[in-house]
């Protein structure tokens, strides 16, 4: 994992400055408090204000949503204030960066539906108790309220070819696929939310340094202290090859039950075991277990643990060894999927098609003639294979590859 810093933190830093990728301005041999972080956090006669923005574009956050996430709680407690701010204005827009086309605009009852959820799922990572340690705002609180003169004045601050020079932008434009004049408030909106909050650091993942940079150049045109950027890692996702995402299947979301979390972590590629002990878990690298198969285990059990607390986390490791091993013992903790809208008979496929375990009755025929569905450890590999009743199926759990299970009630 890349260092920011050619010297050393102090130590009493090294969990603000762990797996980091980035940090600007960053002039570490520096005494000046505005170049050197360090300096700033040694040298501050206040506690800091971190800013994290969450777009809420979708219901469900997943593992790489939460290593920003993770790093605002270790400034929290160090002493600063976290500042989350749920993008309730800007998810309407859609942050274009990374994208090959135009985003769908969410309507504002899809963005409250979705900023409904999000609070929950980063509780168990964040303190929310002790008091002046965090704040939590909804940029519409001041976006909402911008008038004609004001978002000219933001428009004024850029030019039309810094906005192409922006990842995304420039081979969209040079494709001659269309680039929307609303996009370009994106960014001016997100470093807007600098402005408005008065960040003194913000964070955000590797694809987020235009934006975070936007955010410095506002607050130096509205005379505020430019804030720090912190850039971490964007996480690959359990295909090993991509950035985690849900729309690619290779996602952990936060709100998954204890055992598809569990066991869909411990087959984590051995590649990338260290970055997801040094990115999710507080664990020392050289005190790691020597075999990648108790690695897998390890972190598997470590992050199940920090969502579902311990005793879920041993029980989905004991389904799991039940389940993938076959050890004849009874799986507890097995995700229910109820048969009351099943109309029988009903075909093996469309059965497994039903849950959420495959996408469509299509990918679970190809599962099932793939040799990838079991029920009850039972390999099936007719797609068409008739049962008769829900009686005939209640309680068996059935289950796709090695990380999906669904126990079958009536």
């Not at 990842?167 to 994106?186: A, N």
């Not at 600098?194 to 940079?213: C, R």
């Not at 290779?250 to 051995?270: A, F, H, I, R, T």
């Amino acid at each position: 994992m890349p260092q920011a810093n050619s010297s050393a933190p102090p130590a009493q830093f090294e969990r603000i400055y762990r797996g980091i990728s980035e940090v600007f301005p960053d002039q570490p041999d520096s005494s000046d408090p505005e170049q050197n972080l360090v300096q700033q956090l040694l040298q501050g006669d206040r506690p800091l204000r971190v800013k994290l923005g969450i777009d809420p574009t979708g219901a469900e956050i997943h593992l790489g949503h939460s290593i920003p996430v993770r790093k605002l709680r270790a400034f929290q407690d160090a002493g600063h204030t976290a500042v989350l701010i749920i993008g309730d204005f800007t998810a309407r827009i859609g942050d274009p960066t990374g994208k090959s086309e135009v985003r769908r605009q969410l309507t504002e009852a899809d963005v409250k539906a979705n900023a409904e959820t999000y609070l929950e799922q980063v509780r168990p990572i964040l303190d929310f108790d002790t008091p002046g340690r965090l704040e939590v705002r909804y940029n519409s609180e001041w976006l909402s309220g911008l008038d004609l003169g004001k978002i000219l004045e933001l428009l004024s601050t850029m030019t039309v070819g810094q906005m192409l020079a922006k990842e995304g932008f420039s081979e969209r434009y040079g494709k001659g696929d269309p680039v929307f004049l609303h996009e370009f408030l994106y960014p001016l909106m997100q470093g807007y939310d600098s402005v408005a909050v008065q960040s003194d650091v913000e964070l955000g993942g590797t694809d987020q340094k235009f934006n975070i940079a936007v955010g410095r150049d506002l607050q130096r045109h509205f005379g505020l202290r430019p804030q720090f950027g912190l850039l971490l890692p964007l996480l690959l996702g359990t295909d090993g090859s991509q950035k985690m995402s849900k729309s690619l299947g290779n996602y952990v979301g936060l709100q998954e039950d204890p055992l598809s979390m569990y066991s869909k972590l411990e087959k984590v590629p051995d590649a990338l075991i260290d970055d997801y002990f040094e990115l999710l878990t507080p664990f020392d690298l050289g005190t790691l277990p020597e075999k990648p198969r108790d690695r897998q285990k390890m972190l598997a059990l470590e992050v199940t643990r920090q969502f579902h607390g311990e005793a879920a986390a041993q029980q989905a490791q004991q389904a799991a060894i039940s389940l993938v091993q076959g050890t004849g013992e009874p799986a507890a903790g097995v995700p229910e999927f109820s048969l009351t809208g099943v109309n029988f008979p009903a075909k093996l496929f469309y059965l497994v098609g039903s849950t959420s375990l495959c996408a469509s009755s299509s990918e679970a025929r190809r599962q099932i003639q793939g040799g990838a569905v079991k029920l009850d450890g039972e390999k099936l590999t007719d797609p068409n294979q008739e049962f008769a009743s829900a009686d005939e199926l209640a309680g068996k759990v059935v289950q796709v590859g090695k990380k999906k299970f669904a126990r079958l009630v009536p």
